[in-house]
């Protein structure tokens, strides 16, 4: 019997083997490397698109936010807005009540003294006291040709026990004064 000696052809299969099996594996690799990449490069892309989804509802949101800032001050302005009309239209109603005022001091006759004004918001009572009817009359008249005044009427009339004459006159309003108040 002859011996054969097959040790180095079972290392060469081996090797041969080995090798075949390292090329598998490294082709292996090289496909899941190749197969990752885009689901890795996927995986990014979704990353961003999250964090870009965020960033838009955080941008919205604040949106949002300085939207019911701005109705806010919006509101403000209109009630500022609103405070200063009204502000403006007491200040006129004063200036007209005022330049009334004087007036009604140049329409008293030398002999005729107020004792009181009563201002409802439609009407003006007079109240004083006067020498004669016909200085009463006169003023009655010219309180009647006034801006704020409409119609003027004589209240009771009475004397007092110096002989001077107590009145009570009572004037109507105009109606675009009698709204400002």
């Known amino acids: 019997m002859v011996w054969v000696n097959l040790l180095p052809w079972r290392a060469e299969r081996l090797k041969s083997q080995g090798q075949r099996w390292l090329l598998a594996i490294v082709g292996l690799m090289l496909m899941l490397l190749t197969a990752s990449v885009?689901?890795?490069?996927?995986?990014?892309?979704?990353?961003?698109?999250?964090?870009?989804?965020?960033?838009?509802?955080?941008?919205?949101?604040?949106?949002?936010q300085r939207l019911k800032q701005l109705t806010s001050l919006e509101t403000e302005r209109e009630a500022l807005r609103h405070s200063a009309a009204n502000q403006l239209r007491r200040r006129e109603t004063l200036k007209r009540w005022s330049l009334f005022l004087h007036n009604l001091t140049e329409a008293m006759p030398d002999t005729l003294w107020l004792t009181g004004l009563t201002k409802s918001q439609?009407?003006?009572?007079?109240?004083?006291?006067?020498?004669?009817?016909?200085?009463?009359?006169?003023?009655?008249?010219?309180?009647?040709?006034?801006?704020?005044?409409?119609?003027?009427?004589i209240g009771p009339l009475s004397r007092s026990k110096e002989g001077q004459m107590l009145f009570h006159l009572l004037a109507s309003l105009t109606l675009e004064n009698s709204a400002d108040e």
């Open 38 to 64: 885009p689901l890795r490069g996927q995986q990014m892309v979704n990353q961003q698109s999250v964090k870009l989804i965020e960033q838009l509802k955080q941008a919205q949101q604040s949106a949002k």
């Open 122 to 153: 439609q009407s003006l009572t007079v109240s004083g006291i006067c020498q004669c009817i016909s200085d009463l009359d006169a003023f009655r008249q010219r309180l009647q040709e006034m801006a704020l005044i409409g119609q003027v009427k």
